[in-house]
């Protein structure tokens, strides 16, 4: 991964706040940084490029900053060396990246990277937070009941790193190709779902267990039924009564398979994979957030709109306006 996307640079300058400024750019306003130790001299380099789901950025520079995440958008960044290494602390974890150890940040986290010599280069990789709903989603068959918590250090030199490591390779190498082919934000959409999906499966995370489980066919008969159901009808009204009569068994007794297996109640369910669907919406679609959401069965804009803020941070208006 020797020096990527050298076709497009962002900025290249000896004034650090040239950096600090380029580096909010790419990543859309979803972190703050400032300096650690004020500023420094040197050459200060960033090559990045941004789409509505991620963005990658090259970073060579001595500077130590924090970067810490802005409210309104949920993100995960995972931080790669190239060349030299970086001391990097989370919170009260602490790690040094390079070429063999990466490292994870979680949504509202707040991180510190020190460049270890004036040659260390290293890769910033944002994640949005709902791709990475979306692919556990996909490995499960139901939705995070909370925010996923990745462990800090990934170790890129253990098999399932190498796994993400190569996947993060392959993304750089299509866009540095110049190929118009892998311009196409289908192209770099999916290639970031494989990336998300490996590091689902290859870091431990606070929902491990979740994957540990195994996808929906193996829940019980009538869990599966409502489950169905609901994913046939979430855009209709759905009452607990509803999904349990669909279920063929007692509202009780699908609350209880709802919170054994799943962990929340039928309603929270719905409710969740509603706003997940709703989100997904906004972002591809030009409709106005009203007529989505009453589209997926919302029937109180004003309930729908503090909901959303809670499960995403930000309200459905911040969401459209990145479209």
């Not at 020096?3 to 640079?9: C, D, E, K, S, V």
């Not at 400032?34 to 950025?57: I, K, M, Q, T, Y």
């Not at 392959?170 to 959409?189: K, N, T, V, W």
């Not at 929270?268 to 591809?284: K, W």
Request: charged fraction near 20%; glycine fraction near 10%.
């Amino acid at each position: 991964m020797s020096a990527p996307l050298h076709n497009f640079l962002i900025t290249k300058s000896r004034n650090p706040v040239d950096l600090l400024n380029a580096a909010t750019r790419l990543f859309g306003g979803s972190i703050t940084t400032s300096p650690l130790d004020g500023l420094c001299g040197g050459d200060h380099e960033l090559r990045g490029v941004s789409a509505p789901d991620f963005a990658a950025g090259y970073f060579a520079s001595p500077l130590d900053v924090r970067v810490a995440s802005s409210t309104g958008r949920r993100s995960y960044f995972v931080n790669i060396g190239v060349s030299g290494a970086i001391s990097a602390a989370r919170g009260g974890l602490r790690a040094t990246l390079d070429s063999a150890t990466a490292g994870i940040v979680n949504p509202g986290d707040t991180q510190e990277l020190r460049p270890l010599g004036a040659g260390t280069r290293f890769l910033g990789l944002r994640i949005d937070a709902a791709m990475v709903d979306q692919e556990f989603t996909a490995l499960t068959g139901h939705p995070p009941v909370s925010t996923v918590r990745f462990d800090f250090a990934l170790d890129l030199a253990k098999p399932k790193g190498r796994a993400v490591r190569l996947l993060v390779r392959s993304l750089l190498e299509q866009l540095d190709s110049g190929d118009p082919l892998f311009q196409r934000a289908e192209l770099q959409r999916s290639q970031l779902r494989c990336i998300v999906t490996a590091l689902l499966l290859a870091q431990p995370h606070s929902h491990t267990g979740d994957l540990r489980d195994g996808p929906q066919p193996g829940h019980p008969r009538t869990l599966r039924t409502a489950l169905g159901f609901i994913e046939a009808n979430l855009t209709e009204r759905i009452g607990l009564h509803d999904i349990a009569a669909a279920a063929g068994c007692s509202p009780r007794t699908i609350s209880s398979a709802f919170r054994d297996r799943l962990g929340l109640s039928p309603m929270a369910y719905v409710r969740t994979l509603r706003l997940e669907r709703i989100r997904a919406e906004i972002l591809t679609s030009t409709d106005q957030v009203g007529t989505i959401a009453y589209r997926w069965g919302v029937s109180h804009l004003g309930r729908f709109a503090g909901e959303y803020r809670d499960r995403f941070d930000e309200l459905p208006s911040d969401t459209a306006a990145r479209r």
